[in-house]
């Protein structure tokens, strides 16, 4: 059975707060907003990250750009209609 994190807020806060470890570990400001640095990428590279870390292993896509903006990224749709965000960040380590 599926489990939609959504609609869980423990879940949801976690994977929030996994991804702002995350963020503030690897990630620094550019200047201007990236294309290569999407959400959807980063997210991955955040569960990889996570499963060395906790053994947690899903982050959702609304997570990642969730914990981003609370870092005070920029951020912008990556193209028109699309779930995913670009960022004004780099990734330096991690």
């Known amino acids: 059975m599926k ?3 959504a609609c869980d807020s423990v879940g949801l806060r ?8 995350w963020i503030r570990l690897a990630c620094r400001p550019t200047k ?5 640095a999407n959400s959807y ?12 870390a ?3 292993a899903y982050i ?3 997570a990642f ?15 028109k209609g699309s779930p995913n965000a670009c960022f ?4 330096v380590g991690a």
């Open 65 to 79: 750009i969730a914990a981003a903006v609370a870092e005070g990224y920029r951020g912008a749709p990556a193209f």
């Open 60 to 62: 959702s896509n609304g």
């Open 14 to 21: 976690s994977e929030v707060a996994i991804c702002r470890a």
């Open 41 to 52: 990428a980063l997210k991955h590279a955040v569960e990889a990250w996570s499963a060395k």
């Open 32 to 36: 201007g907003i990236r294309g290569n």
């Open 88 to 91: 004004a960040l780099r990734v």
């Open 54 to 56: 906790w053994e947690h």
């Open 3 to 5: 489990h939609d994190l």
